[in-house]
């Protein structure tokens, strides 16, 4: 395979390469191509390149019988995938002077690329994060999904609302994909359970088809591919001849239709989950797929199904496919003859289970009633696994209980371990959600601290930052994060400071740039880029921020002659469709922003900007360029947070909360690195049992209680002025996430930031210093985590430095 840094294929033998996909895959001659063919022509080209070490991948693994990873995820949030295979091909260079030499502009042709938004938020991307990280360590792995047609519905803005409308990204063709037409399994539902001779028997009524399309994942340098398996449904027969014969068109495809909306549309829910049958239809439908899919390679390679633990790991992320117990106890019974205790253990030999929530509205539960009628098999097959449960650990936590079958208790039952995605998470899962069953099975929770892929966000979305790093110490930091480390010895270097200043001004440029472009909005490259981007939830406090945002401008107001930071506040996320507060949330900001923004006094001190939108191509573009993040959720519910990791990791010091990966990311830069505030989570418990909290606060901050009544009494939406009463009321009776409580520490904090940004150079070696201290985050780190303490797999790539040959 190719040697670091050496590109496989010349410029001049790749633009041959993509005239020949011009010509024989998309059927146009050159000057005929529209961007369409030509960005086409460019990812086929490349995807030529994916195969080979695809093929070899498999070969290896096969041959030397490896155990391979199973990661079973309802949510990919993948985004762009050209730049991200170029990069990992060393072929960026080489792709951008191939489409010059044909008249193309490369940075035109990547952002063609509709994002692969099959997720909602942190949850996908972690999943798309880590596939990554196992290909570039060479762990052979599949990760299993849904081809969803509909990915995360667009957010558009009118008049400030937040409005939905289908995303299609399979409207053209995807590039990356093989479709495996020869690759179905039947997928069954409903029906009812016989006791034939003893046995129980499932005679379901309804059969849909799971079909497969093949993503080949590269890893760095092109060492290692896996591959990404997504499920689409389709009818089990294509039509009902005997009506279509009679002339009944439309009730012949009936049945076609129903089985198609299970791979539809990716729910839009973050963290909240509605209890719809078609969602557990899709749930059911992918991991059943998928287990019968490892199953079958398994037995095609001659294994006695006893030892499966030994060469299956499957990692359940979240508990979306935590029917993958039952079901694979159901295989081992009914289609090899398990006896029920052997089945359960053989299945839990093989399943671990992510936790990603102390949310109780987030913890899946189903009706008995609806999960009978759907899965009635899985249903009995549970209450065996209760029993079982109950035999060896008492009669303590049930799986089933007031007419729910709760699935987080049911995925902890059947896997061998359970992870929390940070260290403070982790304790709060043994503390809370799951501390009877932490009892019962002491050890079983382990944590392993979620991380991001340094090649996509840091290496191929930051190239002045990129090509700083790799002139200071050197291009081994792609895959060895902690190389990082490297810059602490330059930080006070003026000269590295002053270019890593004019990094970071670059890439404040073509944000400026690029919401010029976009939206038209102009902002002053010179301001300080305050940026919160993430999905809208009460927990992540937006709201707090918009506060804040307000009460800065009464200040400015107030005393215009002060020596005021210039500000840009720029927000992004969606809310889900139905959050009601959270679309209330966003309009206020849009709102809010329009007064602020069209007012003469702090003009130039103030500014609100929300790009509609925000997905992954837009993290990349905003994330470089930003001078501070925003991570500051209610201590004790954020689990992890990646944003944070890309943000340090990019040059950006984090004004946050003691939460998730928060704790982590200050422990790694120095607690005098970090702008903290606010209440502990156990402070939080404890305020929560104070009577009246919120109102307390209000009183005792007339700054916070003027910003509340300015909103209240209609300033910021004068033709409607109650618009928002119903949302400051809330804040005065539950306020359940505690904005008011962290309202004055954060403003506090806030000037504090006001004042270190001010001092350019030390807020500059302020930010190098992020960057050269936050490599443990790498998405690397995290998955050699996975692969020692639960899956107990180990790389295919010889180590050392033997099997990498040196240039
Ligand atoms: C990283 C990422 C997230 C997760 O952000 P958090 O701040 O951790 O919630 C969500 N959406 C997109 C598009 C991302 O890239």
Known sequence: MSSPNTPPVSAQDFAASILQHLKTSLGKDAPHASLYDWRMSLSLALRDLVVDPWFESTRRTYEARGKRVYYLSMEFLIGRLIEDVAVNLQMD???????????????????????????????????????????????????????????????????????????????????????????????????????????????????????????????????????????????????????????????????EALARTISRVLYPDDTTDVGKELRLKQEYFFTSASLQDLVRRFLSEGGDLKSLPDYVAIQLNDTHPAIAGPELVRILMDLHSFEVSDAISTARGCLAYTNHTLLPEALERWPEDLFARVLPRHHRIIQLIEAAHFAEAGEQVRIIEHGEVKMGELAFVMAHHVNGV??????????????????????????????????????????????????????????????????????????????????????????????????????????????????????????????????????????????????????GGKAAPGYVVAKEIIRLINDAGAVINGDPATKGLLQVVYPENYNVSMAEVLIPATDLSEQISTAGKEASGTGNMKFALNGAPTIGTLDGANVEIRDCVGAENFFLFGLTAAEVAARRMEPDYARHAIEASPRLG????????????????????????????????????????????????????????????LAALNTARVGWFSSDRTISGYARDIWNVRSMLATGSGDRDVA
């Not at 479709?179 to 009524?205: M, Q, S, T």
């Not at 006070?492 to 073509?510: L, Y």
């Not at 940004?757 to 070696?765: G, H, I, K, P």
Request: glycine share 6%; net charge negative.
């Open 93 to 255: 260079e080489v792709a951008s002077e191939a489409l010059e030499s044909l008249g193309q502009t490369y940075e035109k042709v990547v952002a063609d690329e509709p994002d692969a938004a099959l997720g909602n938020g942190g949850l996908g991307r972690l999943a798309a994060c880590f596939m990554d990280s196992l290909s570039t360590l060479g762990i052979p792995a599949y990760g299993y999904g849904i081809r969803y047609e509909h990915g995360l519905f667009e957010q558009h803005f009118d008049k400030g609302v937040q409005v939905e409308t289908a995303e299609t990204w399979l409207e053209q063709r995807h590039a990356w994909e093989f479709e495996r037409p020869e690759v179905n399994y039947p997928i069954l539902f409903g029906g009812h359970v016989a006791d034939e001779d003893g046995k129980a028997v499932w005679h379901p009524e309804e059969t849909v088809i799971a079909s497969a399309f093949d993503t080949p994942v590269v890893g760095w340098e092109g060492r290692w591919a896996n591959t990404l398996r997504l499920w689409a449904a389709k009818p089990d027969r294509n039509f009902d001849l005997e009506s279509f014969n009679r002339g009944d068109y439309i009730a012949a495809s009936a049945p």
């Open 706 to 765: 003027r910003v509340l009544e300015q909103i209240r009494s209609g300033v910021f939406s004068p033709s409607d002025k109650d618009r928002y009463a119903g949302l400051v009321d809330g804040l005065f009776n539950h306020d359940y996430f505690l904005v008011t409580c962290d309202f004055d520490s954060y403003f506090d904090t806030q000037r504090v930031v006001d004042t270190a940004f001010a001092d350019a150079r030390s807020w500059t070696r």
């Open 422 to 571: 940070s260290a403070l998470h982790s304790e709060l899962v043994k503390e809370t959600v799951f501390a009877d069953l932490h009892q019962a099975y002491p050890g079983r929770i382990v944590n392993q601290t979620n991380g991001i892929t340094p090649r996509r966000w840091l290496y191929a979305c930051n190239p002045p930052l990129r090509n700083l790093i790799n002139d200071t110490i050197g291009t081994a930091w792609p895959d060895d994060l902690e190389k990082l480390q490297g810059l602490n010895a330059h930080l006070d270097d003026p000269a590295f400071i002053d270019r890593f200043q004019a990094a970071k001004d670059t890439n404040k440029a073509r944000l400026s740039d690029w919401l010029k472009d976009r939206d038209g909005v102009s902002v002053d490259p010179a301001a300080m880029f305050d940026v919160q981007i993430k999905r809208i939830h009460e927990y992540k406090r937006q709201l707090m921020n918009l506060l804040e945002t307000v009460a800065l401008w009464n200040e400015i107001r107030d005393n215009p002659n002060g020596a005021w930071t210039p500000r840009v506040k720029i927000f």
